[in-house]
């Protein structure tokens, strides 16, 4: 069975860090491009990033370019999203998704995460 | 950027009764377009891939149809558990934008 699995949100000040981490299961976690997207609570989805299987590609959305970095750690199944300079509009609740398609980047996001809440307040 | 146009964006509609969503692109995607489930409190869920192509597990009560700039998502007889928000996706070109949502409600 495929699972996702967020932590690492938190209360942060504006201005302040928070790392994320998705830990995957149920899958060879290699093999697969895989995507964070967020959601502000009670509103619509917004792609933030995605990193190829290989890590060796990653795009961002214009808004977190400069101020967030995905990551990938093949031997420990695990996502990451390092994020600084946070903004009180970056305040949303994180998904980590799985691309449908091995081996390449389809865009098509088959499995998400229950998500984890980050809230940028000072 | 390829923006997505949902509409409507919440509709109310009985059990068993057909309901349409429809979704544009700000220019021709080919069938580069998904759709998206979202149950209250729970994560979305990927029902059509490729415009049409229904997702391992979707009932087929689910259909997509379109291609180039204009999408339908058709739920031919509504269950109670189709209560959610739906999002199209297009997929055609970074950055990967979803369209605003419909909330389905049942009457």
């Known amino acids: 069975e495929v699972k996702l699995v967020e932590s690492g949100g938190a209360v942060v000040p504006p201005g302040g860090s928070l790392r994320l981490t998705c830990a995957a299961s149920?899958?060879?976690?290699?093999?697969?491009?895989m995507y964070w997207v967020r959601q502000v609570p009670g509103k619509g989805l917004e792609w933030v990033s995605l990193i190829t299987s290989d890590a060796l590609s990653s795009f961002y959305e214009d808004s977190v370019k400069g101020r967030f970095t995905i990551s990938r750690d093949n031997n420990k199944d695990s996502l990451f999203l390092q994020m600084s300079s946070l903004r009180t509009d970056d305040t949303a609740i994180y998904f980590c998704a799985k691309d449908l398609s091995r081996a390449y980047t389809g865009y098509d996001l088959d499995y998400w995460g229950q998500g984890t809440l980050v809230t940028v307040s000072s | 950027d390829v923006q997505m146009t949902q509409s409507p964006s919440s509709l109310s509609a009985s059990v068993g009764e057909r309901v349409t969503i429809t979704c544009r692109a700000s220019q021709n995607i080919n069938t580069r377009l998904n759709w998206y489930q979202q149950r209250p409190g729970k994560a979305p869920r990927l029902l059509i891939h490729g415009a049409s192509t229904l997702h391992s597990g979707v009932p087929s009560r689910f259909s997509g149809r379109g291609s180039g700039t204009d999408f339908t998502l058709t739920i031919s007889s509504l269950q109670p558990e189709d209560l959610a928000t739906y999002y199209c996706?297009?997929?055609?070109?970074?950055?990967?934008?979803f369209g605003g949502g419909t909330k389905v409600e049942i009457k």
């Open positions: 996706q297009q997929t055609y070109r970074m950055p990967l934008i």
């Open positions: 149920g899958f060879t976690f290699g093999d697969y491009t």
